[in-house]
């Protein structure tokens, strides 16, 4: 168990919709990364946050948001989902912004159906 | 740009064999991060080991191994005496020391069956 936890486990929903994932950091981690994990594009980095500030974008789609509140848990939002959005999405945490390991959370998997 | 290459897609093995994973990596930083990840088929991500840039020691966990050789820009994994719960897609990462570039970048990985 890396202490990061993610919600829900599953989601399936339609093309169209909109969905949250939750993700709370391990105790003292500052650090919230967000990854998706889809066969044709590996591991991609989506978005970092640190202490509640937007660090660092990847390639996250316009469609894609998220934010991390005072008690440092952070959402990711996806909107008008397609069917090219189902992947597994990964939160990660790590105590500094720089260089720290991260520690995965296990995951939310999306299917858009 | 950072980049990993990890150029083994699939390796299987018997059981007590030593397995390598190769690791080739690309950043223009002199300053940076590798890391290895293994990913069982529960899915999970689990760490298994960071080194910094300025560190080329070789580290040995039990019967892992790894080796980091700058003039190759390579971090190899080696299994000593594989067992049949090391079967898993094993990822190797990068991550840069300057600000925005923290983030892990990934290689393509590779799935490591080991045979009873």
């Known amino acids: 168990d890396s202490g990061v936890t993610q919600t829900p486990k599953h989601l399936i929903t339609a093309t169209g919709q909109r969905v949250t994932l939750r993700c709370s950091p391990r105790s003292g981690d500052l650090s919230v990364y967000w990854y998706q994990q889809s066969l044709d594009q590996g591991l991609q980095f989506l978005i970092q946050y640190y202490n509640g500030e937007e660090r660092a974008k990847g390639n996250i789609l316009e469609r894609f948001s998220a934010q991390q509140f005072p008690d440092l848990h952070s959402e990711l939002n996806l909107s008008s989902l397609e069917l090219g959005d189902s992947a597994l999405y990964f939160c990660?945490?790590?105590?500094?912004?720089?260089?720290?390991?991260?520690?995965f959370g296990p995951g939310t998997r999306l299917t858009v159906l | 740009a950072q980049k990993v290459t990890q150029a083994q897609t699939e390796i299987s093995v018997v059981e007590k064999e030593d397995v390598t994973l190769d690791c080739v990596y690309e950043t223009r930083d002199t300053t940076y991060y590798l890391f290895w990840y293994k990913q069982p088929p529960s899915g999970e991500l689990v760490f298994l080991i960071r080194?910094?840039?300025?560190?080329?020691q070789n580290e040995i966990s039990g019967r892992y191994s790894w080796n980091f050789q700058k003039s190759t820009s390579s971090f190899n994994f080696t299994i000593t005496a594989s067992q049949v719960v090391d079967s898993a897609v094993y990822f190797c990462a990068l991550s840069e020391a300057n600000f925005g570039n923290e983030k892990l970048t990934f290689g393509t990985g590779t799935r490591l069956t080991i045979i009873p």
């Open positions: 080194r910094n840039s300025f560190d080329e």
């Open positions: 990660a945490s790590s105590v500094g912004p720089t260089g720290a390991e991260q520690f």
